[in-house]
């Protein structure tokens, strides 16, 4: 399938520079400059990647009423997610059937119908055309053929997945592991007390290897190694050995309501593979820390089932464009969207019990800080990490098998993936 924002001259380009770039890659080596900066080459992203695979759009949270909506912007694909009158979470494309006018301005809101500002064709809460200003009558259309292009959608434990394939890949296993742990977290029963947007000035694809790796966090997250033990070398067997003792100890005392901690991720031998874009599993924080906060107190009322605080961080990573970590009291989001060969669009939520009150029950003071000031952080780096990526004088540097190797398996994930026509 060629690209449709590709010519066909420029399309075999494209292949033509993956060929000779994956030909030239070493195993264990970072990817050479042009995976991120070439424009043929994000495109094929785009096409391979970013449009075959389950997108993380949102929260059930965010669309809870018939005529909620939010909207969603891949590259030049905009999404609408919006709860229809049916109950169902429909996705549509963002373009009117009439010219092509973007029917939803607004970043997220309700109707009653959607409307396009241009002509005034209207679509009811599910897509389908209501009214063209009489086209139909005259003779002009059938309604039935000109509602909003659709795509597949699936929802699993409070979040929304899209998928703008025709046939997309299977969700069911993915399903059923998502499902199972997100359960006692409740985030169908949420609601977002903020939300952060960025615009990151890298390719998506360093912004995925800074996320899949904590050897940078000493020195540049002193906040979140004092709650986490993700810096730890694979090989230190000291400090294996006192996270399986806490792993143990907080599993013991979660037992009754059938939670227990790994310091492991679900699925680690799989994650991320052509059959696993997925990974979810539930780590222990460092003794004397029940949250994802600054000082790693509670900074909000327990969400979902949980009957104690100290139920670790439950963790999720969904390829290309999701992760979340989620206290006992809060959950905080991340999602990608692509935006161009050096740029990433970055949405940061923060979600607590839907009954929870800013002031009363919460603040954003205490809230937000953590990952906050974690994001922000790795944003800069990435950025950073750009420009010298830019560089003429780039040439790609071996990973450290000890501190890198789930930036080793996402690289080799990455490249089976766009190397498929």
Known sequence: ???????????????????????????????QRAFQTDPGIYQLDLERIWRRGWLFAGHTCQVKQPGDYFVFDVDTDSIIV??????????LHNTCRHRGMKVCQAESGHVGRIVCPYHQWSYARNGE?????????????????????????????????VCLAPDPIPFEEAERSLGALLRPQGLERA???????????????????????????????????????????????????????RA???????????????YQEAGLVRFPSRDCWWSINRTPLVPGWVSES????????LMGDYSTRDVGTLRMRTMPNFWDHASGDHAVSTRLAPAGPQRTLVQVQWLV?????????YTLDTLLPFWELTSEQDWDLCEKNQAGVSSSAFTPGPYSTRREYNVIRYTEWYLQEIAKP
């Open 248 to 262: 143990r100890a907080t599993s013991a005392q979660l037992e009754a309501d059938g939670i227990a901690i790994d």
């Open 1 to 31: 399938m060629s690209s449709p924002f590709l010519t066909a001259s420029q399309h075999a380009d494209a292949q033509a520079l993956l060929d000779r770039l994956i030909s030239e890659h070493k195993p264990g080596y970072a990817l």
């Open 353 to 361: 019990r839907e009954d929870a009150v800013e002031g009363k029950d």
């Open 191 to 245: 609601k977002v007390a903020a939300t952060r947007s960025y615009e990151v000035r890298a390719n998506w694809k360093l912004v995925w290897e800074n996320n899949r790796e904590c050897w940078h966090c000493n020195v540049n997250h002193p906040q979140y190694v004092k709650a986490n033990y993700d810096n730890a070398p694979i090989d230190d067997a000291a400090l294996k050995h006192e996270i399986e003792a």
């Open 294 to 301: 600054m000082d790693g107190r509670p900074v909000a009322p």
């Open 129 to 161: 055309l209501a009214a063209c200003g009489g086209m139909d009558k005259e003779g002009d259309l059938d309604r039935r053929d000109f509602g909003l292009h659709r795509m597949h959608v699936r929802e699993v434990g409070g979040l929304i997945f």
């Open 82 to 91: 919006i709860r229809g009158d049916d109950e169902r979470i429909h996705a």
